[in-house]
Every structure is written in structure tokens, then in C-alpha cells.
T-cell receptor, first 109, second 114 residues
Framework: GQNIDQPTEMTATEGAIVQINCTYQ??????LFWYQQHAGEAPTFLSY????GLEEKGRFSSFLSRSKGYSYLLLKELQMKDSASYLC??????????FGTGTRLQVFP | DADVTQTPRNRITKTGKRIMLECSQT?????MYWYRQDPGLGLRLIYY???????NKGEISDGYSVSRQAQAKFSLSLESAIPNQTALYFC?????????????FGPGTRLTVL
């Protein structure tokens, strides 16, 4: 079956670092995406991994281990505007995206 | 102007009514998708279309139908709305689905069925 697991909620302090984990079991794998979604708004693309390793993009980095079915999103130097939900999604061989339920991150001053 | 637009943005309707949600895009993408989002359940795929003549059911297509009127337009219909179809609906588009081709989402339609 298909399953993507993420923690439901996380909290962190402004200026800190937070790591959001995602584990997956899918029938195929053609890349893993992270999206950011502010409450009531559309998801927006953050990062893409298809090979093992770390992809860095400014304050955000994403890691993938295909053998472990595991990814994480690392957010550095947290800002209040980073308070949002973070969605992990796997693209199957059919090019459809399977989404996790999302992790709601709250950043406190 | 937004690349992916949805109308209406909000809609309240009654059980049994027929509802159409519309999506338009100016990104020139062939692939379009309809999702619904419910608290605690994440985004779930309703229907998708890889080109104008290609329509496919997603994981939760029962009670919904779609029409791909043109490359740029993809409509979702609820033939006879029921309360458990109350949700936030998103349209999305993508290019060829290769490499880092991501999906671009519209602003969403909040639908309430009473």
C-alpha cells in the first residue's frame, strides 16, 4: 500500500533550527517534494529530491534516503513567517503525487 | 495576474444541488489535477488529466465528474452535493512530470454543503 508519515505538529523558537521528518512506503518512486502551505492558502513548492543526499536552498534544506524511505526538511534561522504546514509528497511512477497529511509548524518569539 | 485561477473562491450550497468549480491556467501546462483537502487527511486526488483527451480517476472520484474544455481549463462538478463534500478544493497544473517539474496550485475554493 501507500503510506506517507509526518508528525502532525511541531513547535520551535524564532532563530532556531527545526527538522521535519517524512517516511514513505509507495508502490513506485520518482521523486520527493516538499511544499509549504500557510493556513487557507495554496501549497507552494519548496524542494525536490530524487537522488540520495542533501539539497540546500537558502535557509531550507531537504534530505533523502531512498533505501530507508526517509526524507527530512531542515529549516534554519526560523522566522515567524515560517509558521505554516509543511507537506511531504512522493511522485509515483505514474507521475501522480501522493501527499502526507502535513506537519503544522508553529514558530514562537 | 495569477497563473492558476479558481472560481468561485467560496461557495455555500445545499444538499442535492449541482455545483461546478472552475480552474483556468496561463502556464501552458498540459497536466491538470483536482484535489480536496480536509483537516487531518491531507490533499487527496479526485481527478487528473494529462492532456485534453485524457481524463483519469484519482483515489476519491465517487460523486465527482470533470470536464477538460481546453488545455487551459479543467472543471470539477458535484452532481448532487452532500455534506461530506464540504472541503477546500485545489486545482493544480504541471508540465511533463519529469525531474523537478512541480505542481502549481490555484488559490483554492472553499465549499460548504449544508
Amino acid at each position: 500500500g501507500q503510506n506517507i508519515d509526518q508528525p502532525t505538529e511541531m513547535t520551535a523558537t524564532e532563530g532556531a533550527i527545526v527538522q521535519i521528518n517524512c517516511t514513505y512506503q509507495t508502490s513506485g518512486f520518482n521523486g520527493l517534494f516538499w511544499y509549504q502551505q500557510h493556513a487557507g492558502e495554496a501549497p507552494t513548492f519548496l524542494s525536490y529530491n530524487v537522488l540520495d543526499g542533501l539539497e540546500e536552498k537558502g535557509r531550507f534544506s531537504s534530505f533523502l534516503s531512498r533505501s530507508k524511505g526517509y526524507s527530512y526538511l531542515l529549516l534554519k534561522e526560523l522566522q515567524m513567517k515560517d509558521s505554516a504546514s509543511y507537506l511531504c509528497a512522493v511522485r509515483e511512477d505514474t507521475d501522480k503525487l501522493i501527499f502526507g497529511t502535513g506537519t503544522r509548524l508553529q514558530v514562537f518569539p | 495576474d495569477a497563473d492558476v485561477t479558481q472560481t468561485p473562491r467560496n461557495r455555500i450550497t445545499k444538499t442535492g444541488k449541482r455545483i461546478m468549480l472552475e480552474c483556468s491556467q496561463t502556464k501552458g501546462h498540459d497536466r491538470m489535477y483536482w484535489y480536496r483537502q480536509d483537516p487531518g487527511l491531507g490533499l487527496r486526488l479526485i481527478y487528473y488529466s494529462f492532456d485534453v483527451k485524457d481524463i483519469n480517476k484519482g483515489e476519491i472520484s465517487d460523486g465527482y465528474s470533470v470536464s477538460r474544455q481546453a488545455q487551459a481549463k479543467f472543471s470539477l462538478s458535484l452532481e448532487s452535493a452532500i455534506p461530506n463534500q464540504t472541503a477546500l478544493y485545489f486545482c493544480a497544473t504541471s508540465a511533463e512530470g519529469r525531474g523537478s517539474d512541480t505542481q502549481y496550485f490555484g488559490p483554492g475554493t472553499r465549499l460548504t454543503v449544508l
